[in-house]
Nanobody
Framework: QVQLVESGGGLVQAGGSLRLSCAAS????????MGWFRQAPGKEREFVSG????????????SYADSVKGRFTISRDNAKNMVYLQMNSLKPEDTAVYYC??????????????????WGQGTQVTVSS
């Protein structure tokens, strides 16, 4: 099991930027796919972005929800056990609690929510119009 702690949320005006961070501990971080999900009030949790595991012989690949493509960028720093979500050109509809998640098994590339077993406590992002 891995422990995840998100930070970086806050209140920002439309068009602004935020950078979310997720600190992971508890196992070999580089071997696990990581993801960001979000849940707005009254809505289902949805996938935002994911980045696959990466070791010396494999480069990570990324995936984004259509609603955030071109605006959000996910990255990971395996040396620091960190994953980041850079969010630019924020819109009011991006308002939600954002959760960091870690895959259930090592060396899997799935971004389906059911394939993530560890979740952070969430960080609130509020975008005002």
């Amino acid at each position: 099991q891995v422990q995840l702690v998100e930070s970086g949320g806050g209140l920002v005006q439309a068009g602004g930027s935020l950078r979310l961070s997720c600190a992971a501990s508890g196992r070999t971080f580089s071997s696990y796919t990581m993801g960001w999900f979000r849940q707005a009030p009254g809505k289902e949790r949805e996938f935002v972005s994911g980045i696959t595991w990466s070791v010396s012989w494999s480069v990570a690949s990324t995936s984004y929800a259509d609603s955030v493509k071109g605006r959000f960028t996910i990255s990971r720093d395996n040396a620091k056990n960190m994953v980041y979500l850079q969010m630019n050109s924020l819109k009011p509809e991006d308002t939600a609690v954002y959760y960091c998640a870690a895959a259930r098994r090592a060396y899997e590339n799935s971004f389906a929510a059911d394939d993530f077993a560890s979740w952070g406590q969430g960080t609130q992002v509020t975008v005002s119009s």
